[in-house]
Every structure is written in C-alpha cells, then in structure tokens.
C-alpha cells in the first residue's frame, strides 16, 4: 500500500510557468513533509518541508501548501526555469524521535521547456 | 558546507559475493540513514541509527545488516547477493532532532 501518493508521474511547463506537484497521504502520524529534487544518478536534495501546524511556507521560488484535513500537500515553483528539469519527490515521516526513515511517493519528472 | 562522503562510489560484484558501503555523515551529525533506489523507483528506507543503536527499521532484506560506529560513520554490509540488489544506495544523516534528512551522492551497485 502506498502510502504518499504522488501526482502528476511527469509534467511538461513552458519557461516561466508554474509547476505544480501533489501529494496526498494516509497516516496521520505523518507530522514531517519535505520535498526533495534529484538529477540523474544523484543523490536528492533537500528542496523544502513543512510541518502540520503551518499551511503554507515559501522559500524563494518554492512553496509547499498543506492541507491537514485533506491530507494533501503540494509543490509550487513559480517561475520554473530549465534548470529545474529534475525528478521531485515528496516524502513524510513520523515523530518517533526524529530518526524515523522518510516515506517517500513515486516521484513526478518535471520537464520545463526553453 | 560538507556534505555526506560515501565509498565507494561504485561497485561491481558477482552473484553470491559480499559487498560493504560505507557512510560518513555531515559532522555533527548523530543520525544515519540508508536508502536503496533502483531504476526510476523511489528511494526505499532500509534501516538508521541514531548513537550506534538502531532506531528505525524499514525494508532492509535479512542478508542485509548495518551498524553505525563510534565516530557516528556506518557501514551497510550486504551478502549473498543477487541480481535485484543492483541499485543505487544511498546514505542520509540528520541530527536526531531536526528531521531534515540530507543525502549523499550514493554507491551505485552492480550485480552481475
């Protein structure tokens, strides 16, 4: 059972557009959401997390909206550039602690074009 | 800013042979993670250790094991190897206490 679900698997924006990636999850022990990027044969990036008590948090061109009740979170880069041509991942986890290992949904390869 | 060091990059192994990765977190970093990602598949959490004690367990195969060590760097230890363990692994560190998990550049492995 999959349990963070990710949408769209891939996604094609004009240069300058705004992407968006959603997520969608089923255990509310989740309280962790962070976004990652990864280029081909790289390690992901850190992109951007949120925590339930927020609904919203940008950093730059990156904002994640949250959506507690729903369950859902989303990615927004504004103003995408060619460079942003990567697979993103969102991912959660749970307290126990803080060393919990992430669960991560099925990536979504986004594609910006020039 | 120092990143995660992992070693070696890339390996090569025949079926039924041992491998072992090795990870050396951010400093001062306690927390160790170790992902494995095959070909367009999502990162899948196998196993952390937070202070040489195992905290979290995921997906990690029986043939698998891990320990972390004094220094807080960790080693994945894999035997009798097989063709579906080909992937990339890769190692994460965070302080216990902040979640944010950052990864390193992975060992890609091969299983021929």
């Known amino acids: 059972q999959q349990q963070v679900k990710q949408s769209p698997q891939s996604l094609i924006v004009q240069k300058g557009g705004i992407s968006i990636i959603n997520c969608a999850y089923e255990?509310?022990?989740?309280?962790?959401f962070p976004w990652y990027q990864q280029f081909p044969g790289k390690g992901p990036a850190l992109l951007i997390a949120?925590?339930?008590?927020?609904s919203e948090k940008k950093e730059g061109r990156f904002t994640i909206s949250f959506n507690k009740s729903a369950k859902q979170f989303s990615l927004h880069i504004m103003d995408s550039q060619p460079g942003d041509s990567a697979t993103y991942f969102c991912?959660?986890?749970?307290?126990?602690?803080?060393?919990?290992?992430?669960?991560f949904g099925k990536g979504t390869h986004l594609i910006i074009q020039p | 800013a120092a990143g995660v060091i992992q070693s070696p990059r890339h390996l090569i192994k025949e079926k039924r042979e041992t491998a072992t990765l090795k990870c050396y977190p951010i400093?001062?970093?306690?927390?160790v993670y170790w992902y494995q990602q095959g070909p367009g598949q999502d990162p899948q959490f196998l196993i952390s250790?937070?202070?040489?004690?195992?905290?979290d367990k995921g997906s990690i195969p029986d043939r698998f094991s891990a320990q972390q060590f004094s220094d807080y760097h960790s080693e994945l230890n894999m035997s009798s190897l097989e063709l579906g363990d080909s992937a990339l692994y890769f190692c994460?560190?965070?302080?216990?206490?902040?979640?944010?998990?950052?990864f390193g550049p992975g060992t890609r492995l091969t299983v021929l």
């Open positions: 994460a560190s965070s302080l216990v206490r902040g979640n944010e998990q950052f």
């Open positions: 255990n509310t022990a989740f309280d962790y």
């Open positions: 949120i925590r339930p008590d927020v």
């Open positions: 991912a959660a986890s749970s307290p126990g602690g803080g060393a919990d290992g992430l669960t």
């Open positions: 400093p001062r970093h306690d927390t």
């Open positions: 250790f937070y202070e040489k004690m195992q905290s």
